[in-house]
């Protein structure tokens, strides 16, 4: 691990003298940050670097650039070690801000959200992407799964399902699959245990695993809803979530990452059961353990 103890050398020589009254202490810490500074700066740099050599020599041989499963297990692990008062949601907006950048160091990348440009799904675009990242709104999310099917977006960011929804809100029914994918939820970083996503992504390539997923499964022709989860239940696959619509059509979300050629699909007393896509677990927040900065007081 980098020493990032406090030192008394400053990182340029050429710093404002310290106010009036600052002790010795306040210049030392400065410059401690300073050095911090440009430690942080030389690791982006390299870190860009590397991520626009990943499309530069061709290493991703065509494929995607966007991997949301690889970008989730990173947040991830990042968010699991984190310690000390720097708010996680912090680390997560400033992760997700290297991200996007990287993103946009490996080809064009763009969003098209439905809604307003202050509502929920460009709310959640500009959270996972980032400020920099196009955006392009459209009034449907139909329009905005039509600019990702026609190559004028990278990404669709709409609403999550609900219940209740209206048809033109509904934009699970009638996604193009396999074509089209679902590939991320947002945000990554969930509020308190139990919190759902605010907006999924779908792009045109298919998922891939983090880890820990969730895969969507889309029924249509649905007689009896109530049985779907019984169905997938007695298969091993028993679902968070099962949403429907007037017009027989479900929605059911399951734990884990299924392959759409996964024989227990296949096996569902359903006629037709389609793997919409899958996204990583969100990662629940809880309050960051702080560091003790005095030893702790022995039990009385
Ligand atoms: C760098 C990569 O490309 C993208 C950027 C990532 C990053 O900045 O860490 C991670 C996944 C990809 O969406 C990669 O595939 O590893």
Same mark, same amino acid.
């Given at each position: ?5 406090? @030192?008394?050398a400053?990182a340029q020589?050429?710093q404002?003298?310290?106010p ?23 690791l982006?740099?390299?870190?860009a670097?590397?991520?626009? +050599? ?11 650039? &966007? ?5 989730a297990?990173i947040?991830?692990r990042?968010l =699991?070690r984190?310690?000390g008062?720097?708010?996680r949601p912090?680390?997560?907006?400033l992760w997700?801000?290297?991200i996007?950048?990287?993103?946009a160091?490996?080809?064009?990348f ?8 202050? +509502? ?7 959270? !996972?992407?980032g400020?920099? @990242?196009r955006?392009t709104?459209h ?6 799964l ?5 190559g004028?977006?990278?990404? =669709?960011?709409?609403?999550a ?5 209206r ?16 590939l991320a ?10 919190a759902?996503p605010?907006?999924?992504a779908?792009a045109? &390539?298919?998922p891939e695993?983090? +880890?820990r997923d969730? @895969?969507?499964?889309r029924?249509a022709?649905v007689?009896?809803? +109530?049985r779907i989860?019984?169905?997938l239940?007695?298969l091993?696959l028993p679902?968070?979530?099962?949403i429907? !619509?007037?017009?027989?059509a479900?929605l059911?979300?399951?734990?884990? &990452?299924l392959?759409p050629?996964?024989p227990?699909?296949a096996?569902l ?8 896509g899958?996204?990583?677990e969100? &990662? ?7 560091t003790? @900065?005095?030893?702790?007081?022995p039990?009385?």
């Open positions: 691990m980098a020493d990032l103890t406090p @030192t008394t400053p020589q050429s404002p003298a310290p009036a009254g600052a002790g010795p202490d306040l210049a030392a810490l400065r410059a401690a940050i300073d050095n911090i500074d440009d430690a942080m700066h030389d982006l740099m390299r870190r670097a590397l991520a626009a +050599g990943m499309a530069a020599g061709r290493v991703k041989a065509g494929g995607p650039t &966007f991997r949301p499963g690889r970008e297990a947040l991830r990042l =699991a984190h310690e008062p720097l708010p912090v680390v997560a907006r997700r801000d290297i996007a950048s990287s993103l160091q490996q080809g064009p763009s969003m098209a959200a439905c809604g307003a440009a202050d +509502g929920a799904a460009a709310h959640a675009a500009r959270g !996972h992407f400020l920099l @990242t955006l709104l009034p449907t999310p139909a329009g905005a039509a600019a990702v099917a026609a004028e977006a990278t990404v =669709a960011i709409l609403p399902a609900e219940r209740g929804d048809p033109a809100a509904a934009w699970w029914m009638q996604m193009q699959v396999p074509r089209l994918q679902v939820a947002l945000p990554f970083l969930a509020g308190p245990e139990g759902r605010e907006a999924l779908v045109a &390539f298919r695993p983090s +880890g969730r @895969t969507l499964l029924f022709g007689n009896d809803v +109530g989860g019984g169905a239940a007695a091993g679902p968070c979530r099962v429907w !619509h007037h017009a027989r479900a059911a979300e399951v734990e884990g &990452f392959d050629a996964d227990r699909l096996a007393p359903f006629s037709s059961v389609q793997v919409l899958a996204y990583a969100p &990662f629940c927040d809880a309050p960051a353990r702080p003790p @900065t005095h030893p702790e007081e039990p009385a």
